[in-house]
């Protein structure tokens, strides 16, 4: 693995990954019978469900002569076959059949990455197995709890993962990049709180007494029919490492408590956002928005995915341009804004999460 | 998992050498690019026999967190073919070329139940995985079998950090492992991992396909290193190259054959592969088949051997006391 020489600043243009962490391989409805490759932190992985329904992720390149699995079939209880000379792996990528002999080459294995089913996704961990504890696999529980409902989407990004996140952890950019539907400038006039902990780095930012962008002037009339005047609006985000991101977000009716806890008055969501690096350049950006009202309504579960699904637009084609912008410049470097409180604390903690990788010098 | 078998070769500083058992000495390295080695995985080495540089192959017992510090340990064999004597004149401060740890024999985390089973040196290979099954909480008994206790290597530390879980059979107190017994107590969902002498592997192989267990779930490496029989000297022929070549007890045939000029195809040179297979033409005496290669049935049969570790004998039963006096065994073969 190549030793990043790390910046003091903290501000390294093209991050490395953490390896010794679980990443979200695919949505659960994604991993089939049917054998289908991703490339997950520069690793491509085959990924396949076992008869009974367990997701298996191995590396996608046959021991042989390294022809990709996820070109081949399942067969068996849990095996897949290699579309070139047919040697068989189990789900533990141990070969079980070999062509044209009547032994197994004790050798003969691929590696296979521990899975963990969890919140509609199958994460994978590409690193030290031996770490790989199911208790470390961040918390998304929005996806499966009966209190919240919604959907999501993959962004395939043209960006390094730590962009995706530095996009994340300051939402200013909406007021600019998403005027038409969460944008309004009371982001950039209004303060914000960064904390962190070993693991998390939380940004919270209140709008009190504003008018509602018209994406959530919608969503309050969904809830409250017909509903006019001044809310108070949050975005809570939350992070953790390395490329959890979710966010709390909402409106209520203006003065009615909800900085204080009481959000009985207005609408609350949730952007759940998981980033998976794929290149160094770029990433599978797995989003969904969660809310806790109107359950029932499937209507509104596909308008949301809709209209968030054209904000994010605005987004990938914005960090496409700034990936290929630092690659054209090779020569200028970063700066940083107050603004960056957030995303700065990010990218400290994966720093760490490298240094203690042996992927990333420590500077002096 | 994520292995890698990319040799990267480098020089390594021996950093002590240590005795650990009769004929067992510890060789604790230095290497200039460190990374660490996973529970399996191995180093080759380039030892110097005779003048020559040759490749060996060395489990790593222990690897400290970043791979600055890694130690394997060697049996002096005096009748193999000269590297293990090389190891043993190191002392601290030399230094000599090695790769970064390989893997053939990796560790898998998630089984229900493991048995790790060491013959003799072969504990090399077992150390470090039973270190991390017992700091993973799995579910594990580590098997070490061994002609005597001054021969045993790491006997105390390993009693000291496994406790119950380490069940330790002794030849010569006799309480030899009855390996019927020990596959008996194996189940569907139990992984067992080996190194040893290919006598005791094969009879765990046989009771393990007998009971009909999941063949993948057996896992083993070989160096080739190891015959039913002692090594003895002989001759290989191959009529159409006009080669007649002798075969000393520390030279593999296919070395033999190399030196007399033959053009030879192999890979793994540890009896994996196949593909040093040579056709039997004729046979004065018998085959002892070191490899893996092979089927019971295909070494029977006696019509292929692969000569990066197989050999002749002269007991044409097989057993010793068929041995003949009058001398060496005769191979008659063609190569490819």
Redesign the interface.
Known sequence: MTVVQSQSSTTNKVLGHPLNAWYVAAWDHEVTRKPMSRRIAN?PVALYRTEDGKAVAL?DACWHRLAPLSMGKTIGKDGIQCPYHGIVY?S?????SMPA???????A?V????VVERYRYVWVW?????M?DPDLVPDMHQMTSPEWAGDGETIHADCNYQLVLDNLMDLTHEEFVHSSSIGQEELSESDFVVSHDGNTVTVTRWMLNIDAPPFWLKNMRDKFPGFEGKVDRWQIIRFEAPSTIRIDVGVAKAGTGAPEGDRSQGVNGYVMNTITPETDRSCHYFWAFMRNYRLESQLITTQLRNGVHGVFGEDEAMLKAQQEAIDANPDYEFYNLNIDGGGMWVRRLIERMLVAE?RLATSA | MAATNIEVWQRATVAEVRNVAQGIQRIELEPEQPKRAEPGSHIDVNVVIEGNVQKRSYSVVESSEDGRRLVISVMKAPQSRGGSLYMHTLQAGDTLEITQPLQNFPLRVGAERYILLAGGVGITAIVNMARVLKSLRADYTLVYVGRSRTAMAYLAELQELHGENLVVHVDDEGTALKVDELIASAGLDTELYMCGPIRLMDAVRRAWTERELDLPNLRYETFGNSGWYDPEEFIVKVPRLGIEAKVGQGRSMLEALEDAGADMMFDCRKGECGLCEVRILELDGAIDHRDVFYSERQQHAAEKMCCCVSRGITSKTGAKADASPDGPAVITIDVS
Do not use: K, M, W, Y
């Open positions: 690793r590396a189990n533990a990528g141990r070969c079980v002999q009547e032994t197994i080459n004790p050798s294995t590696p296979s990455f521990p590409l690193g030290d197995p031996t790989a042996g």
